[in-house]
Nanobody, 118 residues
Framework: QVQLVESGGGLVQAGGSLRLSCAAS????????MGWFRQAPGKEREFVAAIRWSGGSTYYADFVKGRFTISRDNAKNTVYLKMNSLKPEDTAVYCC???????????WGQGTQVTVSS
């Protein structure tokens, strides 16, 4: 299994930026894709962005297109989420997840809190 540790969350004013990091360890050779999800209080968890480990194809939820960028550093087994033009509605716990061998996102990190003040 893959272990994931997120970092980089915090408090930022609306319009500001943050960069989240997710470091993977363990069976990283089996990673097919990595993704970011978020869950706001009282809401369902939702998909934010994903990136294929080989080739680097990226996928985004409509509500972050043009504002968030997902990237990866294969040598460091780390995936990043650069978030620009943050809005109060982006406030949530952000978790990264690993899709091993194209089996779906089955490994999850603990999450990091992002709070955007108005």
């Amino acid at each position: 299994q893959v272990q994931l540790v997120e970092s980089g969350g915090g408090l930022v004013q609306a319009g500001g930026s943050l960069r989240l990091s997710c470091a993977a360890s363990g069976r990283t050779f089996s990673v097919y894709a990595m993704g970011w999800f978020r869950q706001a209080p009282g809401k369902e968890r939702e998909f934010v962005a994903a990136i294929r480990w080989s080739g680097g194809s990226t996928y985004y939820a409509d509500f972050v297109k043009g504002r968030f960028t997902i990237s990866r550093d294969n040598a460091k087994n780390t995936v990043y989420l650069k978030m620009n033009s943050l809005k109060p509605e982006d406030t949530a716990v952000y978790c990264c997840a690993a899709d091993e061998s194209s089996a779906g996102f089955g490994s999850w990190g603990q999450g990091t809190q992002v709070t955007v003040s108005s």
